[in-house]
Antibody
Framework: QVQLQESGPGLVKPSETLSLTCTVS????????WSWIRQPAGKGLEWIGR???????NYNPSLKSRVTMSVDTSKNQFSLKLSSVTAADTAVYYC??????????????????WGQGTLVTVSS | DIVMTQSPDSLAVSLGERATINCKSS????????????LAWYQQKPGQPPKLLIYWASTRESGVPDRFSGSGSGTDFTLTISSLQAEDVAVYYCQQYYSTPLFTFGPGTKVDIK
């Protein structure tokens, strides 16, 4: 059973950089896209971006200028950095697996495994 | 961007009754080459991450009770809970993956017991 676990500081000061890591266990990180998704309290879900195990990335245009993602396949981990944070970046941050393509070539763009989420508060 | 909307914002249904949630996309999410709608539904309970219920608009994920069903095509979709159970109280989200790699979610619909 694949499990994802987010880790990182729960409090970040305004203008600083938010850094989170997602550790994947119970399965290989290889050959999948891995995403970060966030959810402000009481609000909906916002896709931040994704990374493939090759290191290829795609980011939400609304956040692209501030987002950097990386992957460490040797540790089965991938990471998120969000720079110049403000209070608007306060949210629960989830990491999730995009199911991707099956052997027949069908594409599943849904997210079948999620971490429990970690609350990041931006405050001085 | 493909904008997703949902209706209603919330609904209260008696135990054992049907709950119906609607999702609309600002443009078609039907992928013509394989005739599949690139839309998923999730259930989120308080303090938990979203759980995948339905993909390709109508295919139930393994282990999801058959009282959950998805329907629709193109731009209009529906999630139906045929007989509401107490454990179904949650917020439900639709998500499109047609415009990969830009994924967007609906704003959510809260389902409660009447």
């Amino acid at each position: 059973q694949v499990q994802l676990q987010e880790s990182g500081p729960g409090l970040v000061k305004p203008s600083e950089t938010l850094s989170l890591t997602c550790t994947v266990s119970g399965g290989s990180i290889s050959s999948y896209y891995w995403s970060w998704i966030r959810q402000p309290a009481g609000k909906g879900l916002e896709w931040i971006g994704r990374i493939y195990t090759s290191g290829s990335t795609n980011y939400n245009p609304s956040l692209k200028s501030r987002v950097t993602m990386s992957v460490d396949t040797s540790k089965n981990q991938f990471s998120l950095k969000l720079s110049s944070v403000t209070a608007a970046d306060t949210a629960v941050y989830y990491c999730a697996r995009e199911r991707g393509y099956d052997s027949s070539g069908y594409y599943y763009g849904d997210f079948d495994y999620w971490g429990q989420g970690t609350l990041v508060t931006v405050s001085s | 961007d493909i904008v997703m909307t949902q209706s209603p914002d919330s609904l209260a249904v008696s135990l054992g009754e049907r709950a119906t949630i609607n999702c609309k996309s600002s443009q078609s999410v039907l992928y013509n080459s394989n005739n599949k709608n690139y839309l998923a539904w999730y259930q989120q309970k308080p303090g938990q991450p979203p759980k995948l219920l339905i993909y390709w608009a109508s295919t139930r994920e393994s282990g999801v009770p058959d009282r959950f069903s998805g329907s629709g095509s193109g731009t209009d979709f529906t999630l139906t809970i045929s007989s509401l159970q107490a454990e179904d109280v949650a917020v439900y989200y639709c998500q499109q993956y047609y415009s990969t790699p830009l994924f967007t979610f609906g704003p959510g619909t809260k389902v409660d017991i009447k």
